[in-house]
């Protein structure tokens, strides 16, 4: 569910919204860093409360796409590569970016009433990400047909590193942390209905000739490749999320 074994071609086939959500990412960290209208760009989609207070709502929004720092930038979209295609998949392209900019946007509310006024400007995908990893939530304690015990396991274990560090970390948008993960969950179970599980494709051999030689031998190669795999994808995606929340939201 969280290892990607696709190439380039064939996850832009299948996840497009993915990978138009990590264009739209790439092109605004550009934009804003490299090209002579950056600043003007940063200045009107930053999350600012006191703007919001005055009427520009759009922050509510275009703060979801908007990053600072090369870091920030690849670590979001990288956390989405990784959470985001088992639910796209599952939800179907138009109920994923409804729930991914609705938690979003919930997200930056939460931070507008609760944060006040003076809060700092903020930026990022952190809170629609979390709102992601909230729809998991759901999935491990109601709907456990459609996520299997191992990636249960994994991704509670991201979760809860990703809290930890919510609050042990400076720069954090604490606030838009939790209203996503609470907004996630609050409702993956009007988004679920009707949702399939999500099933790794994964290549059948057929041999219709006698073998010659000991028909397991591939088998338990294969195995030990797809631990490795799993390893690996295990460690990073902690790395990710560890990586995510240690800049700015």
Known sequence: MFIRNESFYSFRRRYPVIT???AIHLVLFISMNFLPFGNWIRAMGIGYNLAVANGEYWRLLTPIFMHIGAGHVIFNSFSLVIFGPALERMLGKFKFIVIYLLTGIIANIATYYLGGLTYPPHLGASGAIFGLLGMYV???????DLID????QLVMTIILIGLVM????????????????IAGAALAPLFLIGAKPFHAEQRVLVDTTEPIFDPNRWQRKRRINKRFKQAFWIGFGVLVISGLLSRFL
């Open 20 to 22: 138009i959500l990590v």
């Open 138 to 144: 759901y999935l491990v304690i109601n709907r456990k």
């Open 149 to 152: 015990r191992a990636n249960s």
């Open 166 to 181: 919510t609050f042990v970390n400076p720069n954090i948008n604490i606030l838009a942390h939790l209203f996503g993960l």
